[in-house]
């Protein structure tokens, strides 16, 4: 939000500076985004007034301007077509300097020098975004008489700050000049002065204009209507331009503009109609029927629906409520009598159909985060008090007012003593009711405690919490000083599951992965991508009411689908090889439809691809689980998961329990991730994990006595696993063996059909004696023999 400091001090007589006001109001809970200046280094540029307009006799698209600038007249060449003779403009003469480092000089053009130029709004430091769209290629034209050689910086009041601020979504009230008027009278101790509103002048009656309005929709709490006639429809005076302007908005019409700085002043949107243009005199709220379109403002035809609410006359939709108006009702030049509109409208249903049709616009902004009802009447009677102040039409006498559950103030119960206890600090009762007070909130001591009572635009402010909040904030956190603890004191650590997280993070990065974050919300379509059948449990997810969108829209099941994002990501950015790895949660629902909480459950994700293999990937799993003391892991051929490959795909298991899977992704899934090249991913229960992980590790002094090793080298069956023959090799080791190390498997010319050459080295040691061949022999034939029986492996010479 965007606040002029001159359109605050309107409310709060203020003489500090933009950097002090910036930081008190920064510590009082008012987040400061930065302090803008208007000026931009503009010198030199002062008022003048055409007095002659030629054309150039060289050059069919310039004009040579005799302008007055009050001491002198000047000779300027301009190529803008928007002036005529007794206009007054700001002219940037020789030496003036300009936004973005721009000096001005005399200049000749095509043989006609020319001492200065005229400026626009643009060269004047103003943003596309809020010029006036019929000056946004011209001269700005002044809209009347100033004595001439006045500094355009006097003028355009360009001699002051804007302050921007980020408002949180609890404080809606603050999304207005007199919101953030009355923060800063609170944190520095001043009166707020607001707007005492008085019509002057009412002919008439409303009846004589509008027959009714009806609200058939519980989305609309209040609607609040009153007609002026006898418009017309002009430019705005320059002060309310420049008000618009310096807040962000860029003027359109008088009366537009009158509601949208009403708008900006009290936070309540506001909607002109052309009274004219309303079908039957009737004003309906009410829910739009399916197929019912609508032109909006912006020239764009909308198609609503049931879920859409609307503004309404006898024949068809006039205004998406809370949104945007119809283009077939808006304030035109030939508009003549106005309806004007302040309404409270449903936060929820405005937010959902400005995303539906991607409308964002200060309206919905400030209706979705909830706005008081009883701001609708003192709005648009803002409005009128306005309109009447610059004389752009007549108010007629009366209102319509549909309000039928009217918000009233609620009181809450404050104890001093809690105030004290919670803050830390001895403030007095007097200080508590006056920092209450300055906030608007009218306090009453009785019985030792304070009866506070909640005015309706304080949404936030639900329970006695609340307001000791809001003394902290004004008598300044920074201001309350540091104290030890008082009583029992526990050691504060990390809980077991993170120090084991922590440090299978660490293991990981050691062996060479990047750890990476993905989003726990996924696209449905992800699914079928991987080739998850229809009847598989990872399908059983939770869909989301208010997703981002489609991308977005359901808590994911499973990591494998993020992770193959980002490895495809990478790889068709030219990244050749990658190893990454995430500990992130699935979302697993008890039921469906979701009636509680889902079972969170974390899982170890691990991908990569370039210059790998499955056993690559396996080596950095049984690199983590030895680091973490996990024991007896078994790896079990996959064939029946359509992600992996059948035959390069492995389930871990240890016991009874299911760890995870690891192993090659399915070429038919990695085309549907535009990868032209093996993937290796493993995803694994983080949970078991922590559940296995044994970190009581025993050392042991180095062994004495001398190993011995054998190698072996059989031909078995290609589907027999190497696990499984190792099983067999530790089981005849009898103690003896110290490690196992598979080394070779080899199929080709020499190796029957079907068949594989498998060779493991085989280290034997004893810790107690040195070792003889000949028992380390009667292991080996037992070995071979087992493996024989077992496998009909061979031994291969």
């Given at each position: 939000m965007l606040l002029p400091i001159k359109w605050l001090k309107d409310y709060v007589d203020l003489n500090e500076e933009p950097k002090v006001l910036a930081d008190g109001l920064t510590l009082s809970g008012s987040h400061v985004e930065s302090i803008i200046s208007l000026n931009k280094g503009i010198e030199k540029v002062i008022v003048g007034k055409i007095l002659k307009i030629e054309k150039h006799p060289d050059a069919d698209k310039l004009l040579i301007c005799n302008v007055d600038i009050g001491e002198k007249?000047?000779?300027?060449?301009?190529?803008?077509?928007?002036?005529?003779?007794?206009?007054?403009?700001?002219?940037?003469?020789?030496?003036?300097?300009?936004?973005?480092?721009?000096?001005?000089?005399?200049?000749?053009?095509?043989?006609?020098?020319?001492?200065?130029?005229?400026?626009?709004?643009?060269?004047?430091?103003?943003?596309?975004?809020?010029?006036?769209?019929?000056?946004?290629?011209?001269?700005?034209?002044?809209?009347?008489?100033?004595?001439?050689?006045?500094?355009?910086?006097?003028?355009?009041?360009?001699?002051?700050e804007v302050i921007e601020f980020e408002i949180t979504p609890n404080r809606p009230d603050c999304l207005s000049v007199i919101g953030m008027a009355r923060e800063t009278a609170a944190t520095f101790n001043k009166e707020l002065k607001e707007p005492e509103i008085k019509i002057e002048k009412e002919v008439e009656d409303i009846s004589n204009y509008i027959d009714s309005v009806e609200v058939k929709s519980s989305l609309c709490n209040r609607y609040y209507t009153r007609v002026v006639k006898d418009v017309e429809i002009k430019e705005s005076p320059l002060w309310l331009q420049i008000r618009l302007m310096e807040a962000g908005v860029r003027p359109i019409n008088n009366i537009v503009d009158i509601t949208n700085f009403v708008m900006l002043e009290y936070g309540e949107p506001l909607h002109a109609f052309d009274l004219d243009k309303i079908n039957g005199r009737k004003v309906i709220i009410r829910e739009a029927d399916n197929e019912e379109k609508i032109i909006t403002i912006d020239e764009i035809k909308r198609n609503l629906d049931s879920s859409n609410l609307i503004i309404a006359d006898e024949k068809s939709p006039i205004a998406i409520a809370g949104v945007m108006g119809g283009f077939d009702t808006e304030v035109t030049r030939e508009t003549k009598i106005v309806l004007l509109e302040g309404a409270n409208f449903n936060g929820k249903s405005v937010r959902l159909t400005s995303k539906k049709f991607g409308l964002r616009t200060e309206a919905s902004t400030r209706f979705e985060k909830g706005i008081d009802p009883n701001l609708c009447k003192t709005a648009v009677d803002r409005v009128c008090q306005l309109i009447e102040l610059i004389d752009a039409g007549t108010i007629v006498k009366g209102n319509i007012d549909v309000y039928k559950d009217v918000k009233e103030e609620k009181e809450i119960v404050l104890r001093p003593n809690k105030v004290n206890s919670l803050l830390g600090i001895e403030l007095s009762i007097e200080d508590m009711i006056k920092y209450l007070e300055g906030l608007g909130l009218k306090?009453?001591?009785?019985?030792?405690?304070?009866?506070?009572?909640?005015?309706?635009?304080?949404?936030?402010?639900?329970?006695?919490?609340?307001?000791?909040?809001?003394?902290?904030?004004?008598?300044?956190?920074?201001?309350?000083?540091?104290?030890?603890?008082?009583?029992?004191?526990?050691?504060?650590?990390?809980?077991?599951?993170?120090?084991?997280?922590?440090?299978?993070?660490?293991?990981?990065?050691?062996?060479?992965?990047?750890?990476?974050?993905t989003y726990s919300f996924i696209s449905p379509k992800v699914y079928d991508k991987i080739k998850v059948s229809d009847n598989s449990p990872l399908k059983k997810y939770i869909k989301l009411i208010n997703p981002l969108g489609e991308d977005y829209s359901v808590m994911r099941t499973t990591l494998i689908p993020n992770m193959l994002d980002l490895l495809s990501r990478n790889y068709n950015r030219g990244v050749e090889i990658c190893h990454v790895y995430e500990i992130g949660n699935i979302f697993v629902p008890k039921e469906l439809p979701v009636k509680e909480l889902p079972e969170e459950k974390k899982i170890l994700s691990l991908g990569m691809y370039g210059k790998v293999d499955f056993y690559d990937l396996k080596e950095v799993v049984d690199k983590v689980f030895e680091r973490l003391g996990i024991k007896d892991v078994e790896y079990i051929r996959e064939e029946d998961n359509p992600t992996f490959h059948p035959g390069r795909t492995a389930r871990l298991v240890i016991g009874d329990d299911v760890i995870g899977i690891i192993g090659e992704i399915h070429m038919d899934v990695t085309e549907n991730y535009d990868i032209k090249e093996r993937v290796y991913i493993g995803q694994l229960d983080f949970n078991k994990i922590v559940d296995l992980t044994n970190l009581n590790f025993k050392y042991k002094p180095l062994p004495k006595y001398p190993s011995m090793l054998r190698d072996i080298a059989v031909v078995i069956e290609k589907d027999i696993l190497a696990g499984e023959m190792e099983k067999v090799i530790w089981n005849n080791g009898k103690g003896l063996i110290e490690n196992i190390e598979l080394f070779d498997i080899y199929t080709g010319d020499q190796i029957p059909e079907g068949m594989k050459s498998v060779a493991y080295s085989i280290t034997y040691r004893s810790h107690e004696r040195t070792l003889k061949d000949e028992e380390?022999?009667?292991?080996?034939?037992?070995?071979?023999?087992?493996?024989?029986?077992?496998?009909?492996a061979k031994l291969r010479s």
């Open positions: 007249q000047l000779q300027i060449v301009t190529g803008a077509t928007n002036l005529k003779i007794n206009d007054y403009i700001p002219v940037a003469i020789v030496g003036a300097k300009l936004p973005n480092d721009i000096s001005i000089d005399k200049t000749n053009f095509r043989g006609v020098d020319s001492y200065g130029m005229l400026c626009s709004l643009k060269e004047l430091g103003y943003s596309d975004s809020v010029i006036p769209k019929e000056m946004r290629d011209g001269i700005f034209i002044l809209d009347k008489e100033y004595p001439l050689g006045t500094d355009i910086a006097q003028v355009l009041q360009l001699n002051d306090s009453k001591l009785k019985d030792e405690v304070i009866n506070v009572t909640i005015p309706t635009f304080r949404l936030d402010l639900e329970r006695e919490v609340d307001l000791i909040e809001e003394i902290g904030r004004l008598y300044g956190f920074h201001n309350i000083p540091s104290k030890p603890l008082v009583g029992v004191l526990t050691r504060g650590e990390k809980p077991y599951g993170r120090i084991i997280e922590d440090k299978a993070k660490f293991i990981l990065q050691g062996l060479g992965l990047n750890e990476v974050m380390v022999n009667e292991i080996q034939q037992s070995i071979i023999k087992d493996l024989e029986d077992k496998f009909k």
